[in-house]
């Protein structure tokens, strides 16, 4: 539970590194929010820190020892009928962060029970002989039958594998499965995904020419079905062997990372990482070339015209090192207003 709360608390560093000043919650999120510190509590009271987990995660490797801990669940509390509270946000200033204060009351009692079932070691595993299909198709099916990823999902959901060309010079690599996506058992078929979608096609190219994968195969769970939280660095550990699994298969030649949490989970966690300073560079990931770029929610949310231009400047530079021409249309995108 502590690690879904850092994780959120990192991304809101993350926003607040990348200038945001305002955090939007519904009351339902503060709720949320609050239900996760009361259970953080709890885990911590009732197990050990998980302070081993977190630095063998941290240092990438994927096999965490198994997790003893039972599934927790909020005690019985009596019903609050309101709450009185002060939200705080760091806001950058003049001379460094200073903090807003603003009154939130609430008069709704949290209605939904949040557990998260426990994540195990990821069961190693090795892809048939066979050709790409062959391997791609046996890989789809064991994630799809992976029973760790089914009982992190809400009833009647779905578990989200990579999609598109076996032999995509192009990887798309986004961080987890959002409310659309995880109904549909697709990545990237939710607004984010329509943005990508319409990225992929400024590129001159089709979905079915790439492809796109996720860093998680279920959509991180929160207490109601509202809202996405990134995913915790045990969470990603466990899924991440599928996805170096599908690299390894498709085998592209540019791996573009979409957003801090396909960074982190493909780079490994660094706290001095900031997005607006590492987008736009290309790192070796494996036999690929990795291009860091803004996650499509982050420019749905937050972006001018200036950071869709910086975007479609690491798209076009992508187009390069695949070899593909760009017109002079492509290159005049974004570049006025
Ligand atoms: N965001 C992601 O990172 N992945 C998806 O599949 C959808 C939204």
Redesign the pocket.
């Given at each position: 539970m502590r690690e879904i709360l850092e994780s959120i608390a990192r991304e809101f560093a993350r926003m607040a590194a990348e200038g945001e000043d305002l955090v939007p919650l519904t009351d339902e999120s503060v709720l949320a929010l609050k239900n996760l510190a009361r259970l953080s509590a709890i885990d911590s009271a009732g197990s050990p820190s998980g302070e081993r987990r977190k630095a063998e995660a941290a240092n990438h490797q994927v096999s965490p020892p198994p997790q003893t801990r039972k599934k927790t669940t909020p005690p019985d509390d009596p019903p609050v009928e309101e709450i009185n509270f002060v939200k705080r946000i760091d806001i950058p200033s003049d001379d460094g962060f200073k903090e807003q204060a603003s009154k939130v009351r609430i008069v709704k009692k949290p209605s939904q029970d949040f557990s998260i079932a426990p994540i195990p070691d990821p069961k190693p595993f090795q892809l048939p002989e066979g050709d790409k299909a062959t391997r791609w198709e046996f890989l789809k099916n064991l994630v799809l039958s992976d029973p760790v990823c089914s009982e992190h999902l809400k009833p009647g959901k779905k578990v989200?594998f990579g999609t598109g060309n076996l032999n995509a010079q192009i990887f798309f690599c986004?961080?987890?499965?959002?409310a659309d996506?995880e109904i549909q058992g697709e990545?990237?078929v939710?607004k984010?995904?329509q943005l990508l979608t319409k990225i992929i096609a400024a590129m001159g190219l089709e979905r079915r020419d790439v492809y796109i994968g996720?860093i998680m195969n279920w959509r991180p769970e929160l207490p109601t079905s509202k809202g996405n939280r990134p995913p915790t660095e045990i969470e990603m550990a466990y899924c991440l062997p599928y996805l170096l699994a599908q690299i390894d298969i498709v085998k592209p030649k540019v791996i573009v990372a979409?957003?801090n949490t396909a960074v982190t989970g493909l780079l490994g966690p660094d706290p001095t990482r900031r997005m607006g300073k590492v987008r736009g560079t290309w790192r070796k990931f494996h036999d690929a070339d990795l291009m860091i770029t803004y996650?499509p929610?982050f420019l749905l949310q937050y972006a001018s015209n200036s950071m869709k231009r910086l975007v479609w400047e690491d798209m076009m530079a992508v187009m390069e090192r695949v070899g593909m021409e760009i017109s002079p249309k492509q290159r005049s995108y974004f570049q006025h207003g």
């Open positions: 989200v986004g961080e987890a499965p959002g996506e990545p990237f939710g984010a995904g996720n979409l957003g996650h929610s």
